[in-house]
């Protein structure tokens, strides 16, 4: 978060918040929504050069959800994809574990990044 010149780590709490909003989102198609240890410490990696904020993984889970909700619950499990938002340049890669009657979206990283390279399948937005 970014408070005059000084900029701010989203903090685990934060994240935790994210996660919950997430989950209460994309609950309605059976999807779980976890972040690994991984993505906090790159959420905050000063290699995003403007750090990814709070409002921008909320808005990114929230146009995926729209635009691409039952596409994303009914991947296979073990799918890899990633959501990309195309006006921040944040990028999300997951993998979609399969659990019996509810799938489970883990959040692999995180990255600001304009020319993201994948093989995976992507969500763009």
């Known amino acids: 978060m970014k408070v005059g010149e000084i900029f701010e780590d989203i903090s685990a709490r934060e994240l935790s918040d994210v996660e919950r909003f997430a989950d209460s989102l994309w609950h309605h198609l059976g999807v779980d929504v976890k972040f690994t240890k991984h993505f906090l410490d790159r959420v905050n990696d000063e290699r995003n050069q ?3 904020t709070v409002d921008e993984l909320i808005a990114l889970f929230k146009k995926e959800f729209y635009q691409y909700g039952r596409h ?5 499990g073990n799918s890899e994809a990633v959501m990309k938002d195309l006006l921040s340049k944040v990028n999300l890669p997951f993998v979609m574990n399969d659990r019996g009657r509810d799938k489970q979206l ?3 990283t995180v990255m600001r990044k304009p020319n993201f ?5 992507e969500f763009a937005v």
């Open 50 to 52: 403007n750090p990814i």
């Open 72 to 76: 994303i619950s009914d991947l296979e």
């Open 106 to 108: 883990v959040a692999k």
């Open 117 to 121: 390279k994948t093989s995976s399948q």
